[in-house]
């Protein structure tokens, strides 16, 4: 009875995760199909047969490129900028007893708790309290904001989880602070680092809300894609964002693959430090 029971709930569990699966990738699978939508008009909403012609140009539509080159810079700077910042922070926050910490891990912490609404708001009225143009330089520093946090979570996970008999052998060996974090720490959390840059790269890139109270008159990707929401959303569209589901994806599958590398390397290196 016990046996049947368990297969049972076995059971439930593989076809309720299966439906959450199902649910989720739905919308993403529907994006895709009509990526390869014959429409004959501005609209994309109804099928109306199959052809590959909007894949063979998918930057037909005026200001699709630019819009899509624009966020792509502002995800690539931003993430860079935020893993370099919470990298550093990561590190004072787990290495180092720092005074008033908890008070710096709930500033850091404060965008991720914050409504976007009330975060873009706020940062409309700094900005025009200061009188700085929107645009490009206001959209980053928005994104570096916002991001920082994730950047510092992923990363003080990845140190916490750290043996620090690695670090104290390498110090042990003749290694200063600098010459063990630069060869020893970086190397080890670089995992976490890389997880922490993809997941910022993705938030920016997918960023609306924020990005739309401080972007003036630059437009991107998202932004664009709400615009031509009034119109009809042309299929390029489609196409745009399923290639960068496909680039998301293979990125997904390299860094699981460099987490797995670094956990057998990290089980190596513990039992050598002991």
Same mark, same amino acid.
Not at 133 to 151: D, K, N, P
Not at 152 to 157: K, P, Q
Not at 172 to 195: C, E, F, H, Y
């Given at each position: ?17 299966? !439906?959450? &699966? ?34 063979? +140009? ?17 995800? /690539?700077? /931003? ?32 965008? *991720? ?16 309290? &200061? ?20 950047? $510092? ?5 990845? &140190? ?11 110090? +042990? ?7 063990? *974090? ?5 190397? !080890?959390?670089?995992?976490?680092? !890389? ?6 790269? /993705?938030?920016?890139?997918? +960023? ?14 998202? *932004? ?15 196409? $745009?964002?399923?290639?960068?589901? *496909?680039?998301?994806? /293979? ?24």
């Amino acid at each position: 009875m016990r046996v049947s029971s368990g297969r049972v709930r076995a059971w439930a569990l593989g076809l309720w995760s299966g !439906l959450a &699966l199902l649910y989720l990738f739905i919308p993403i699978g529907v994006i895709a199909l009509y990526s390869f939508n014959d429409n004959q008009g501005r609209f994309n909403y109804t099928w109306q047969g199959f052809t590959l012609r909007h894949w063979g +140009d998918p930057f037909s539509v005026e200001g699709l490129q630019s819009a899509l080159t624009t966020s792509l810079s502002i995800a /690539a700077l /931003a993430t860079v900028l935020a893993v370099i910042l919470g990298v550093g922070v990561a590190l004072a926050l787990v290495r180092h007893k720092i005074r008033g910490r908890s008070g710096v891990e709930g500033l850091v912490l404060l965008p *991720l708790a914050t409504p976007e609404v009330v975060l873009g708001a706020a940062l409309l009225g700094y900005y025009l309290t &200061l009188g700085l143009a929107r645009g490009f330089v206001t959209i980053l520093i928005a994104h570096v904001m916002f991001t920082l946090g994730y950047v $510092v979570l992923t990363v003080r996970a990845r &140190l916490e989880g750290l043996d620090l008999h690695i670090e104290e052998a390498a110090m +042990d060996l003749g290694a200063n602070q600098w010459t063990t *974090l630069r060869k020893v720490t970086l190397p !080890l959390i670089a995992p976490g680092v !890389l997880a922490a840059g993809l997941l910022a790269f /993705a938030i920016s890139l997918d +960023d609306f809300v924020i990005t739309n109270f401080t972007a003036g008159q630059t437009v991107t990707f998202p *932004l664009f894609i709400y615009g031509a929401a009034r119109q009809g959303v042309p299929p390029q569209v489609n196409v $745009v964002a399923t290639g960068l589901l *496909l680039i998301v994806i /293979a990125l997904m599958f390299v860094n699981l693959a460099v987490q797995r590398r670094a956990g057998n390397r990290d089980a190596a290196a513990a039992m050598l430090a002991r």
